[in-house]
């Protein structure tokens, strides 16, 4: 009778799993049900005006002190090789105190992120990767910040894209 019981019950649960992974088409649904078309826009839109917030604030507080930390890293970007450090990291300062401006504004946003996407790759092969994964706790200064920035810029890069002309007209 315990076996029996057992045995129901399995199948029950069997039959279940069954339901929750085939979907009406009879593919496998290994994943939820997709995000509700209303509210992506604005989903997008909380994290496009967050990456432009926290860039801007990188910026604004490498501006505010510009020496030590712009001239200091131009001296680094010298001694690594990058002619004229100085100036790339004054032109980098200033990308990231204006470029958030058109991420929140809307405009030329696929740009702004391009743009960002070369600066936090190239600051995180530079400086992060060689520090490991993590950020905090079982490492220091890693790239897991990085990686996240990165998916949020090319996430939102991507959905402001201008369509092609071949995707317009189907």
């Not at 279940?16 to 994943?31: I, K, N």
């Not at 990085?146 to 402001?160: F, K, N, Q, R, T």
Request: one cysteine or more; a positive charge; charged letters at 10%.
């Amino acid at each position: 009778m315990l076996i029996g019981a057992l045995v129901a019950k399995q199948l029950r649960f069997i039959a279940a799993c069954r339901r929750l992974v085939l979907s009406r088409r009879g593919f496998v649904m290994v994943l939820g049900p997709r995000a509700h078309a209303e509210r992506t826009e604005l989903a997008l839109s909380g994290i496009r005006i967050a990456l432009a917030v926290l860039i801007f604030i990188h910026g604004a507080f490498r501006a505010s002190h510009w020496d030590p930390y712009v001239t200091g890293f131009g001296e680094w970007l010298g001694s690594i090789g990058f002619p004229y450090g100085l100036y790339w990291a004054a032109a980098v300062t200033i990308y990231e105190l204006v470029a958030p401006l058109f991420l929140l504004a809307r405009r030329f946003v696929t740009l702004a992120c391009l743009g960002h996407i070369v600066i936090v790759g190239l600051g995180m092969v530079l400086v992060h990767y060689p520090a490991g994964w993590f950020v905090v706790g079982a490492g220091r200064n890693g790239m897991e910040y990085s990686v996240l920035l990165l998916v949020g810029l090319i996430a939102v890069a991507w959905a402001y894209a201008p369509k092609t002309a071949r995707q317009s007209n189907p």
